[in-house]
């Protein structure tokens, strides 16, 4: 069955950095895109970014412009998000999901991780 | 970008009952294709996300037929026909036809 697994959660201190995977499998990897989403604690859901997989097209909000990036790896059926310069907002449970869309075109996620919680904390 | 407003945030609801949950995009959500990318998650507690409904009114495999979705344009509705247990939790739209991707506030679904 589609499914995807996250790395384990992960406590960082304020200006470090962190990365988090998602291994994928049961589909065609390569067929499809990645959205990363994301939660803090009590709060609803802050879409962050997806890439495509198949030509490594990106879209992601301006805020994040700077301290983010989405890369994936074919070879192995995994995505990645590294966000730096971490401060406390970034506190948050951080979510992959398979997105239809392998170009930049309209769509939505389906299928979703487990999530990772990052805590950054001094 | 586009904001999406769900009401009410919070939906108290008695077993059996319907509950009915409005979304509203500052944009028409119309793409040139002619289909509409307007989505509705549900997160139990504790969990992740997981899709209901896609494009507006499409129930994802295994999602029990008692969830309806509906709208146009700008507004949409999730319906839930008899409220059960398992059903609280929150419920997110979400608009997929206009970049960046954004959510709505989300709605707590509660038993009274």
């Known amino acids: 069955q589609v499914q995807l697994v996250q790395s384990e959660d992960e406590v960082k201190k304020p200006g470090a950095s962190v990365k988090v995977s998602c291994k994928a499998s049961?589909?065609?990897?390569?067929?499809?895109?990645i959205s990363w989403v994301r939660q803090a604690p009590g709060q609803g859901l802050e879409w962050m970014g997806w890439?495509?997989?198949?030509?490594?097209?990106?879209n992601y909000p301006h805020k994040l412009q700077g301290r983010l990036t989405m890369t994936t790896d074919t070879s192995t059926n995994a995505a990645y998000l590294e966000l730096r310069s971490l401060r406390s907002d970034d506190t948050a449970i951080y979510y992959c999901?398979?997105?239809?869309?392998?170009?930049?075109?309209?769509?939505?996620?389906?299928?979703w991780g487990q999530g990772t919680t990052v805590i950054v904390s001094s | 970008d586009a904001v999406m407003t769900q009401s009410p945030l919070s939906l108290p609801v008695t077993l059996g009952q319907p509950a009915s949950i409005s979304c509203r995009s500052s944009?028409?959500?119309?793409?040139?294709?002619?289909?509409?990318?307007l989505s509705w998650f549900q997160q139990r507690p504790g969990q992740s996300p997981r899709r209901l409904i896609y494009?507006?009114?499409n129930r994802d495999s295994g999602v029990p037929d008692r969830f309806s979705a509906s709208g146009s344009g700008t507004d949409f509705t999730l319906k839930i026909s008899r409220v059960e247990a398992e059903d609280v939790g929150f419920y997110y739209c979400m608009q997929g036809t206009h970049w960046p991707r954004t959510f709505g506030q989300g709605t707590k679904v509660e038993i009274k």
């Open positions: 944009q028409s959500l119309v793409y040139i294709d002619g289909n509409t990318y």
């Open positions: 049961g589909y065609n990897f390569a067929s499809y895109g």
């Open positions: 999901a398979r997105d239809v869309v392998q170009f930049l075109q309209p769509g939505e996620m389906d299928v």
């Open positions: 890439i495509s997989v198949q030509n490594v097209n990106l």
């Open positions: 494009k507006v009114s």
